[in-house]
């Protein structure tokens, strides 16, 4: 109803004010400008004028359908939108409202309780007796409900007194209870990439809506905003909004009707931001990454760091600057830490589900384990040792006593005869041979003495004089190669 509020806010929804606002000064003029964001003046309007997100909006798909203004048998579904920040949440959310003149209201998680929900729900009855309107509940960051919030909204989803279209940019499987997400679609989103945030600047630029044709942008100034922008439609909009702004305080005066070119020193002057001389695809991305994993393997932490912080503040993609770490930490640390590719296992998996900017935390924490951790590179040059062997077309059968026994006739080949259980050993290993007859002297393991392998060197030696056989091995750095009976 029109006079119905939330929090002090008009459930008509926030943007009917801004639509308002707009239509009555102009989208293009700079009262308008003032009234509402770039970003809001910007936000599309019809399907058409939707950047991206192409899988989530195929044709037939849930999400287009309910834009649409299709219904199915028992109504329209509810829909969960998950997806990073700037990918067009609140946009399709205003679309569906469109669809068929439904009621938008707009409510936030962070401010909005049970107490406004029940609200909503009891507006949206009367709205669907008095006038035959259907409503749309837009939740903004839903998973800050608590479930009891979460509850809430359960009779109005089941029953379809309101549309739900929730908005969050965490897992749902963890954030949302089980109940609401089996009465609802859930759509992801996701990251806008280089190519779709460079069309909604250009459209910013030429769109009555937004700048008019009053500014263009340099090429360099438009890289170090899609880099800036990260896949954000609404930073990137925001953005140029504020280097627009410079750039007309720069203009010369009495030159108001020249088209100005915003370059990318005003860029940069708007948002204090540098612009770092990084390419993602040439020279400059793998310099870097070469330097950080380098800066790693030499335990140098402030210029991993560093490294780390170029490639970020560059835009490239976290999940790559992440799986560089779980490398190093195998190729470079291995034993000398084990605990350090646990560190760099989990931070990739974090990173992949929350993203930039959070992500940056998480990768300087597993960066900073794998730089200081003490290094051995045995693993993994005992891994190529034993491989090198194997192209050379070196190892033989497999001994007779470590064949399958799980098949019929196998124990009139000999399988498995000879073979000694280490369980039944008084010390859990006993002598037998493992390798093939022509590498049964093969050494690919040599453990370092930092860190773990300190402790695994001894052992290790221990361990293949009673399995090979042979005098007793003096642990590495013990000062003599001498054999010890």
């Known amino acids: 109803m029109p006079g119905e509020t939330v929090h002090g806010v008009s459930l008509t929804g926030v943007s009917d004010l801004f639509s308002a606002a707009i239509d009555d000064t102009g989208a ?11 970003a809001v003046r910007m936000r599309p309007r019809s399907l058409e004028e939707v950047v991206g997100q192409r899988d989530a909006l195929r044709a037939g798909s849930p999400l287009r359908r309910l834009i649409e203004g299709h219904a199915g048998a028992a109504g329209p579904l509810s829909a969960i939108l998950w997806g990073p920040p700037g990918t067009g949440k609140t946009t399709l959310a205003h679309l569906v409202a ?24 009891e507006g949206a ?123 007309a305080d720069d203009r010369a005066a009495g030159r108001e009707d020249e088209v100005v070119e915003i370059t990318l020193e005003q860029v940069e002057q708007a948002v204090a931001h540098a612009a770092v001389r990084y390419d993602r695809a040439g020279d400059q991305h793998y310099d870097v990454a070469s330097a950080f994993i380098k800066s790693m393997r030499g335990s140098d932490v402030d210029a991993a760091l560093h490294y780390l912080a170029r490639q970020l503040e560059a835009g490239e993609d976290p999940r790559f600057i992440a799986r560089r770490v779980v490398i190093a930490a195998s190729e470079d640390v291995g034993m000398g830490d084990p605990t350090a590719l646990q560190t760099a296992v989990a931070a990739l998996h ?74 039944d050993e008084p010390a859990g290993v006993g002598p037998q041979q493992y390798l093939p007859d022509d590498l049964v002297e093969a050494d690919y393991y040599h453990p370092t003495g930092r860190g773990w392998e300190e402790r695994l060197g001894p052992r290790w030696q221990e361990l293949r004089r009673i399995i090979r056989g042979g005098p007793r091995v003096p642990p590495a750095g ?3 190669d001498e054999p010890v009976d």
């Open 350 to 423: 974090a990173v992949a589900q929350i993203g930039m900017p959070e992500a940056r935390i998480v990768l300087a924490q597993a960066v900073v384990h794998v730089t200081l951790a003490p290094k051995s590179n045995a693993a993994y040059a005992g891994i190529n040792a034993a491989v090198a062997d194997v192209r050379a077309g070196r190892g033989g059968q497999v001994p007779a006593h470590l064949r399958g026994t799980g098949y019929a006739g196998a124990s009139r080949l000999g399988h498995g005869q000879g073979y000694r259980y280490s369980h």
């Open 125 to 247: 009855v009367r709205e669907r007796s008095l006038h035959g309107r259907q409503s749309v509940l837009f939740l903004d960051e839903i998973h800050r409900f608590t479930k009891a919030q979460q509850d809430a909204l359960l009779p109005g989803v089941e029953n379809r007194i309101v549309i739900l279209v929730a908005a969050t940019t965490e897992n749902p499987s963890f954030s949302i209870i089980a109940p609401l997400l089996s009465r609802s679609v859930l759509v992801t989103l996701t990251t806008l990439d280089d190519a779709d945030v460079r069309a909604v600047l250009a459209r910013a630029l030429t769109d009555e809506r937004g700048l008019a044709g009053r500014f263009t942008l340099a090429e360099a100034a438009t890289e170090h905003v899609v880099r800036m922008a990260g896949g954000d439609a609404r930073r990137a909009l925001t953005t140029l909004e504020a280097a627009a702004g410079v750039a």
């Open 98 to 121: 469109h669809a068929a003149e439904r009621r938008f209201i707009e409510l936030s998680a962070v401010t909005a309780g049970v107490k406004d929900v029940r609200a909503v729900m």
């Open 28 to 38: 293009g003029d700079a009262s308008g400008a003032l009234l509402a964001p770039l």
């Open 478 to 480: 013990s000062g003599t």
